[in-house]
């Protein structure tokens, strides 16, 4: 070889798409997704034993845009905050 290059390896993640369109769904690789919400890969894998969508293909996981983006959604937690101890200390005195 006439470069210092090394050609990437098949199984790597950089080798597959970032992107995959099946059926007019895209689905976006998973630390693709995880830096477009502003988190780490391990943060978002949190949402998976909650019924987040993802599929693999080619052994590298896949999240569908608009599946995932319905299933965050679904989870926003809605009602009053919760009251701090300390607040409630100041009202029985």
Do not use: W
């Amino acid at each position: 070889m006439d470069t210092d290059e090394q050609p990437l390896d098949p199984r790597c993640r950089e080798a597959h798409p970032e992107r995959i369109t099946i059926g007019g769904e895209v689905f976006v690789r998973n630390d693709i997704k995880a830096k477009e919400q502003g988190e780490s890969e391990r943060s978002l894998n949190r949402g998976d034993k909650r019924g987040a969508p993802y599929r693999f293909f080619g052994g590298i996981k896949y999240r569908p845009e608009r599946l995932h983006a319905e299933f965050v959604m679904r989870t926003i937690q809605g009602g009053k905050p919760p009251t701090s101890k300390r607040s409630q200390k100041k009202r029985r005195s």
